[in-house]
């Protein structure tokens, strides 16, 4: 009985930290694509950022930026530029913004919007051709998972 309370607290926990998630249509970017709020309420971990960056099913950010300290996972890109030192040169606020939507902060980015849900030119499936959803898309990353990533982009300094 004691431990089904402590269970039931846990997931009611969950479910108000995910209550106060900025949903990705109500984001609210500044005149340069900077977000100053946290999109989850809870700081980020930069040790759950790194799994985001390094794994295929998430965000795979090192398939199109390098990072040296990310060295043991292969395949490091170069479309997007190094990351090394971004923590000196850039701001959660800026940072969080270029996570969840780079084209805010540099229009024509190719890089994907990782906090979106709609407002796509062609959502569907292009691999078989079939028509786009009609229902809203989920975004890729969550809200802490954005926090994440930023969190571990923050400790990419220089010095």
Known sequence: MKITMIALAAVMAAG????????????????????AASLSGTDGDPANGIKIMTSRAKGNCIA???????QDTP????????LDGIGDYRSAEELRGIVANAKMTFEGSVMPAFY??????RPGNAYTGKAAKEEELTPILSAQEIEDV????????ES
């Open 16 to 35: 108000a930290a995910q209550a106060d998630d900025v949903a990705p249509g109500d984001v609210q970017f500044d005149e340069y694509g900077a977000v």
């Open 75 to 82: 395949f490091h890109g170069e479309v997007g530029p190094v």
């Open 64 to 70: 199109c930026h390098e990072v040296t300290a990310l």
């Open 150 to 157: 930023v969190a571990y982009l923050l400790t990419l300094k």
């Open 116 to 121: 979106k849900t709609s407002g796509f030119i």
